[in-house]
């Protein structure tokens, strides 16, 4: 595989002439897929997989089965019994076992059989193993680690504020990368997220000025709008973000700002779900009057229609944006929109990158330098988690 991104650092409105380096791919045998096992990866959310549940999971181009043990213990193993292939998700768990619907093989959560009704001997099988894969649950949510090896420390060791923290999930119409690169581009704001708020500060928001640097643990991002204060964000590598995301709603005086761990985890080239813990910096009293509040907030968000429904409903022009503006998720349905109206895996051919592009160049060019590094078996980057500042709100 060879580079051919142009540096638009130098050459700022040059055209890129191809896309042969595939940031896209997320696939076992990708460059970018193998980049992105080598992370810890949030794929679900804690609370929703009770003991003694499994559910399909269909992350980085690869199916899995994750469970619950009745232990409490999650897992996650391969998608199909090693017997007649049969998807392990519709069968049951049996203490820290998954047990196949169809003939009853049943594997422990190191994806070891241990059992094999109607088989002579019917006990453990040697060679009738699956995958299984290591499993970490953190801020509320569940890591998987994909990857070769031993695991690296996690992206985010956690919040340094205490508070109540809360999780939240929605589905993207696009390619994964699509919305990386959109988390690094603040210019987006002014224009994309004119309808539900997020940035009214920012006003004069295609004035926007941005500044990347490389760290040890990814990328901080600096925007500022002329003499204002700089906001920072966090980018643990490979496809983590840390942000401050707005203030508490709802107390007396302008509440705290609330604060937000993501990851973009890419399902097939085509979709990606976004996972989130976000750290609401309340507590004693103010916290137990958020957590009543919370109640109606989070069942108005249950109950709405998929953030990925609604966008390509209206990328068919069946509705508006304007048609949908009471969704409680309306800032994650803009982002849907905009990246969605890119394609569902944008042809980087024919772009025309400009001075806003600069945090996508950036980010660009150092999954360049990680990805040729992979496909030549050279030396890539060991990043470093710890000591990782807080993200600040600069407007
Ligand atoms: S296919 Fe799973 S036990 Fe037969
Ligand atoms: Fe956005």
Known sequence: MKAVFMSIAAHPRVKQR????????????????????????PVYI??????????????????????RGESGAAHLVGFRCAHRRTQLSVGWVRG????????GWTYDASGACTARPGERPPGPCATASIPSYPVREHLGLIFVYLGEGEPPELPFSGFSRPGIITNMSFEMPCNWWQSYENVFD?????????????????????????????????????????DGPRR????????????????????????????????HIPSHDEHHTVHMAILIP??????????????????????????????????????????????????????AVAQGAQGPLYDRTDELLGRTDIGVSRLRRVFERELGAISSGGTTKTWNYANQPDPSQGF
């Open 18 to 41: 191809r896309n042969d380096f595939d940031f896209t791919s997320a696939g076992p045998d990708s460059p970018g897929g193998k980049l992105l096992r080598r992370s810890w990866q």
């Open 46 to 67: 804690s609370e929703k997989l009770k003991a003694g549940s499994l559910v399909p999971l269909h992350v980085f181009g690869e199916r899995f089965t994750l469970y």
């Open 96 to 103: 820290d076992d998954v047990q196949c619907l169809y003939h």
């Open 186 to 226: 603040e210019a987006h704001a002014a224009f994309v997220h004119s309808r539900s708020g997020s940035h009214a500060d920012l006003g004069r928001g295609a004035e926007v000025e941005t500044e990347i640097t490389e760290t040890a643990y990814g990328f901080d991002r600096n925007t500022w709008v002329g």
């Open 232 to 263: 920072v964000c966090l980018y643990p590598f490979p496809n983590h973000m840390r942000l401050y995301i707005g203030r508490v709603k709802g107390l007396a005086n302008d509440g705290p700002w609330l604060e937000a761990f993501l990851s």
């Open 282 to 335: 309340l507590v004693g009293t103010d916290a137990e009057d958020y957590r009543e509040k919370q109640v109606a907030i989070r069942a108005r968000i249950e109950g709405a229609e998929p953030v990925d429904e609604v966008a390509r409903d209206i990328l068919a022009g069946r509705r508006t944006l304007d048609d949908v503006l009471d969704h409680p998720l309306l800032l994650q349905v803009e982002d």
